[in-house]
T-cell receptor, first 113, second 114 residues
């Protein structure tokens, strides 16, 4: 069974650019969450989506946005990139009704130069 | 004070040892308690989750939750070199409208020496 898949694996951007990260949840999972993990820290919650609606948002600026598609896949967009946005971006999915229990993908490593 | 405190280590043990990993928390609204294992440059892998105070066992792993003390632990018996990874504790709370967010500790880096 395929787990959570994320693309691309690694991305290099320069300050001020825009980036789009993609995530496909585990089959049957309808909820998708996004997290940012800076080196040496635990992941920080950015968004949670369910049935294409934003259900929760962490303490991140408006430069961060996301959406979920009818097939439950999701995109995370970050505008006007800053050096501090360099991190591992993780997508997690969960079954409806058990959004507490989240399964993570391998992540997209974003480097901002 | 951070909501979840976890000693980052590093922790180094000989193969076969019993490993004890711990987290403390301050937020009484946390509902579920999880342990994730993260290998270098990989995503976190869910090891165990529990809802209530008490112990939960799965093979060589035992998760323990004490809600009255706001303290959770993960024990690894007969540790193996393949257990070498960073272990993250995580706790969930409602983030509104049926949404739940996880709050993580910093992670403890474990090395099991053959």
């Amino acid at each position: 069974d395929a787990g959570v898949t994320q693309s691309p694996t690694h991305l290099i951007k320069t300050r001020g650019q825009h980036v789009t990260l993609r995530c496909s949840p585990i089959s049957g999972h309808k909820s998708v969450s996004w997290y940012q993990q800076v080196l040496g820290q635990g992941p920080q919650f950015i968004f949670q989506y369910y049935e294409k609606e934003e259900r929760g948002r962490g303490n991140f600026p408006d430069r961060f946005s996301a959406r979920q598609f009818p097939n439950y896949s999701s995109e995370l967009n970050v505008n006007a990139l800053l050096l501090g946005d360099s991190a591992l971006y993780l997508c997690a999915s969960s079954f409806a009704g058990t959004e507490n229990i989240q399964y993570f993908g391998a992540g997209t490593r974003l480097s901002v130069l | 004070q951070k909501e979840v405190e976890q000693d980052p280590g590093p922790l180094s043990v000989p193969e076969g040892a019993i490993v004890s990993l711990n987290c403390t928390y301050s937020n009484s609204a946390f509902q579920y308690f999880m342990w994730y294992r993260q290998y270098s440059r990989k995503g976190p892998e869910l090891l165990m989750y529990t809802y209530s105070s008490g112990n939960k066992e799965d093979g060589r792993f035992t998760a323990q939750v004490d809600k009255s003390s706001k303290y959770i632990s993960l024990f690894i018996r007969d540790s193996q070199p393949s257990d070498s990874a960073t272990y993250l504790c995580a706790m969930s709370e409602a983030a509104g409208a049926g949404s739940y967010q996880l709050t993580f500790g910093k992670g403890t880096k474990l090395s099991v020496i053959p």
